[in-house]
């Protein structure tokens, strides 16, 4: 596999991640490009996922892989990076929970008022025949 890099966006890839998450219909809301991890490959654009800071918890969403270069590891390497030195529980919302199970993600039933208001987002506005799910990454307790 052909090696990537990972960093936080410059102004001309936000704007490019602005175009993709309209083409994948991801969560769009209060973008801010302190908040993603950009993949590139040969100076390209190749994937995108952020970690969004609410006051009751931090969410991982926004999550993409340009289409072409999919089943590579980009994907895991992104949610690898954005959850690594965490030190608060990690939420996010999802139609894959089947991807995030190997990161230590769990599905959960109840969760904080931010993540009730990404489900009631999706389930209104990012319309799609899954069901959307909420899952946890708890953060790492001191021993
Ligand atoms: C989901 C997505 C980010 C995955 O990116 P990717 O670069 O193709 O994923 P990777 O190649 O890193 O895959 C890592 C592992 O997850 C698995 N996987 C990939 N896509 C998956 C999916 N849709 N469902 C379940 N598992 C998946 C891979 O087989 C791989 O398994 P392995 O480690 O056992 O080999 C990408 O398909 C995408 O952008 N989808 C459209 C947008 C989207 O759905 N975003 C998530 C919103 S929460």
Redesign the pocket.
Known sequence: MEPFTLRIPTEKEFKQIYFFITE?E?DNRDLKKEQFIVALRDNELV?FGRLRDHTDCLELCS???VTSY???????AIVTKLIENFSKNIY?V?I?P??FI?FGFHQVETFPVSIQNKIEYCTSELIVPEPYVAMLLPAKRES
């Open positions: 994948f991801l994937g999550l993409g892989v999919r089943r590579q590891g980009i994907g895991k996010l999802c894959i089947d991807f190997p």
